[in-house]
């Protein structure tokens, strides 16, 4: 029934290596996806960004409908072709900026109506409407629900109401979907930090069926350690033999405990954004390029990559470039950052087909901890 | 004497081909020098460059003795390694942007004391202190020697005043360069639009002596009519044996003019300033991608051009990174323009060696005039 067959390479522990086989490419799994927010993924070339590994990147729904419009796109031949990008995108459902970057107008059962943040506009996003946006109009591999967030702190009310009405918009959501061979749909959980919620939110999802499962609703502000001990009980509530993605983390340290928990997909802005704004992801934490005790240092990034970013320019090369805030400097830094998130899915999937992810999870730990840059 | 071999290859009326041979490569005239200003050609990594077809860049003294300062980029092995670009390099000799970005403090006859625009820290750039940092700091190719510059528009008398100042700079810059095999030093001929003015700048230049030479003091607000009429006179006033560079030009109408005259080597920031700010050039004139009738026009920019930026993107893409300020649109445009620099360039030797310049001017002018994008 599922539209892509998900195939489990090596388990260890809760964590698993897969492969997650579309018409445009296989994902392997756990795997990064770059945030593409509005038809290009930050400062980088479709070339840059498949040079370091990435199988799938993330299109914004919401981005795109405003400008330059799902239709518009749909005219340009969908999304794929209209960046480049002839891999796999998922897409989500349009709800998470609608709420954190429009300015509401109503949020009903039926559909929530928002004003654009671009140009005060008025637009209605329907876990219908965004089927056919995602699917019909942009075109994308993996499609996910319409769901409902709400703004923490909530009250468990709130957090129950959010979690009910996602339930019904993922009914809503698979309906206008329907079955298809070449696109994929999935369900988001939600229910806050509450392990009761969470469970009946996944039993609702099971009651529909999707084609993969992502957990929702973290990330929002509630901390890593909060995150944690939900992952300690949510990924389990999700079915085994499909995707996991845990929508919108995160840092390294985030990801590789999740990896460790199981969970297989993840999406943030974090290299691109923290790329632009001089800070470069290591194996030791991260570092800020602007640091004056890099102004002479000859060492590039990560010598034994395969990315030119990382392994060609001199630390002493992109200070100069982030303190004299050329475009050059954050091209190369979000460029190095995703190829590092890229590694480090690669180190977890050998870690895990080694059966030594949790020495790399505590190795990595200790490392991101003991490096991290507070110096400025 | 001179230290690069400069081979002319065809002579089409006034205008020629050659190849000026230096350690680093060679260079093919007409030639067109993109600007790397503080180490890196904006946006753009030196691959991208190379992937031109450019054979040198320029870099700016200035920018580069405030930040990173030239001392350090000493220290990391010079200019070319510093931006990793292994082919030729040739630098200004500051004097430019010191009178146009600085806050003069004081013009002597010994040198010029300024306050850089970035921190307002005290400068000081004599001929000997240039020729130290563009040669034996940064390690350029081609030095320039310092000229004073007057700011339009100028009595006869000050243009005078400055063309014999910089007369006497060029022989100390000469004297303190002295005569070296792996690096050139070029003059620079002053006078303003005077043709008495210019000849005496360009025997004055004889005298010293210089490996190639350069005509300063135009494209600074004069005009393009004003630019071709000194262009009848001052090109033949220097040696037909040496290269000919035409400082800071420009619109590839004026390059045009300049080679149908007799002119080897341009350089200029607009195809990288104008592509930052959404303006792409054709063969049919300059367009602006912001431009509403591009938004679904599904050709590139070139679909003949070798380069990704010109062939692969559409217009209706390009317009939307344009709208949406995404930086991506600033590197696609910037790696065009430049890829259009270069192809003109080539144009042109092609058209010099069939002996059909003046032809090929003609149709230019033509088609660059009535394609101009006015219609935003």
Redesign the interface.
């Known amino acids: 029934m599922a539209a892509f067959p998900f195939t489990i390479g090596a388990t260890d522990g809760k964590a698993r290596t897969g492969v997650l086989a579309t018409p445009r490419g296989g994902i392997r799994t756990p795997a990064f996806m770059p945030v593409g927010t509005?038809?290009?993924v930050?400062?980088?070339?479709v070339?840059q960004v498949a040079a370091t590994g990435a199988d799938i990147i993330l299109g914004n729904t919401y981005h795109l409908m405003l400008?330059?419009t799902a239709e518009?796109v749909r005219?340009?031949?969908g999304l794929h072709r209209?960046?480049?990008w002839e891999r796999p995108i998922l897409t989500d459902s349009g709800g998470f900026q609608v709420m954190s970057l429009s300015k509401i107008s109503k949020v009903t059962e039926e559909a929530v109506t928002f004003q654009s943040h671009l140009d005060g506009s008025r637009h209605r996003l329907s876990p219908e409407r965004s089927m056919e946006i995602q699917a019909d109009l942009l075109g994308s591999d993996i499609v996910m629900q319409l769901d409902e967030l709400v703004a923490l702190p909530a009250t468990p009310e709130r957090a129950a109401e959010a979690m009910r009405r996602s339930a019904r918009w993922g009914a809503r959501s698979r309906a206008a979907f329907g079955m298809r061979d070449a696109q994929a749909l999935f369900g988001i959980q939600q229910g806050g930090t509450d392990e009761a919620l969470r469970r009946e939110s996944a039993e609702r999802m099971l009651e529909t069926g999707f084609d993969g499962y992502a957990i929702g609703g973290l990330a929002v502000g509630e901390g890593h350690q909060a995150m944690v001990e939900v992952l300690d009980f949510a990924p389990s509530m999700l079915p085994a033999d499909r995707p996991r993605y845990l929508m919108g983390v995160g840092k390294p340290i985030d990801i590789v405990e999740a990896v460790a928990r199981g969970v297989d997909m993840f999406d943030c802005v974090l290299p691109t954004r923290s790329g632009?704004h001089g800070q470069a992801w290591t194996w030791d934490g991260p570092i800020n390029l602007k640091n004056a005790r890099f102004?002479?240092d000859?060492a590039p990034l990560d010598p034994a990559s395969d990315v030119?970013a990382s392994r060609?320019?001199?630390k002493?090369?992109l200070?100069?470039?982030v303190?004299?805030n050329?475009?050059?400097g954050?091209?190369?830094l979000s460029w190095h950052n995703l190829a590092f998130f890229q590694a480090l899915m690669a180190e977890m999937r050998g870690a895990i087909s080694d059966g030594r992810m949790e020495a790399f999870r505590r190795s990595f730990a200790a490392r991101q901890r003991s490096g991290s840059d507070t110096s400025e």
Chains 1, 2 share one sequence.
């Open positions: 509005a038809g290009t930050k400062a980088l070339t070339e400008r330059p518009r005219r340009l031949g209209f960046m480049r632009r102004a002479e000859e030119p060609d320019y001199s002493a090369y200070h100069h470039l303190k004299a050329e475009i050059l954050q091209v190369l």
